[in-house]
């Protein structure tokens, strides 16, 4: 499949569930990771899509204890460049995001924090380049329906703070474990569906994706076509 990436033949990456201890054996954090080292990709993100709000963590899969030592100004600058300019390619439009902090309440007991030292300069310096941007917010009401319809991105700074609320509201309608490995001017690569562009002849994809989990996804992945146009 890499190959084939490697000469843009292809649409996207289709992969199920993988063994992170028997595949990865330790050398990646996860299949994003280890698709942007095989890709000899720099800048890459983890972006769960859907139509109506997606989210993408700072750090991927990483022990909650490890979390505070991968984040940084940088990192997160990076993070939100790659979001706007897909969306602004991709989907056409310049989405506005929504930013977490990483303590309960975006504070801490302690003198500093990673709110004060890394989050909220992080949002002042992209706020000079970009429209759209807020934060930092509290993550334990932001998934509000009043609170995160104002938004089409949520950018947390770990896994589990956005994955599982999004999955929790959309199910199966959120694209599940997609990843946005941008690279160059950015060419895109996401794995588990189609994103660069879905064909409508394409029924053999649209049946192997029913047949991966037993659930019916031709209206995902219709959407997202829809929304890719």
């Known amino acids: 499949a890499l190959i084939f990436i490697k000469k843009n033949n292809i649409s996207g990456l289709i992969n199920g569930p993988i063994s992170k201890k028997n595949f990865l054996k330790g050398n990646y954090p996860g299949i994003t990771e280890y698709l942007a080292k095989k890709t000899k990709t720099k800048n890459f993100a983890m972006l769960i899509y859907n139509q109506e709000l997606s989210v993408s963590p700072a750090t991927t899969h990483l022990p909650i204890k490890e979390v505070h030592k991968h984040l940084s100004v940088n990192k997160l600058l990076m993070q939100i460049d790659l979001i706007k300019k897909f969306y602004k390619k991709r989907i ?92 160059d001017e950015l060419g895109t690569l996401i794995q588990n569906t189609i ?35």
């Open 92 to 183: 056409k439009k310049d989405c506005s995001i929504a930013i977490t902090g990483l303590n309960p309440h975006c504070e801490s007991n302690y003198k500093d924090s990673e709110e004060k030292n890394i989050i909220i300069p992080t949002i002042k310096i992209a706020k000079r380049k970009y429209q759209k941007i807020y934060g930092p917010l509290s993550a334990d009401s932001l998934f509000m329906i009043n609170n995160r319809n104002k938004f089409n991105v949520i950018i947390g700074m770990y896994h589990d703070q956005v994955l599982g609320p999004i999955k929790s509201i959309y199910n199966f309608k959120a694209i599940k474990g997609d990843d946005l490995i941008a690279r």
């Open 195 to 229: 994103i660069r562009r879905l064909d409508p002849k394409q029924k053999v994809l649209t049946k192997a994706l029913e047949k991966s989990d037993g659930r019916s996804v031709g209206p995902i992945a219709k959407n997202l076509k829809d929304s890719l146009k």
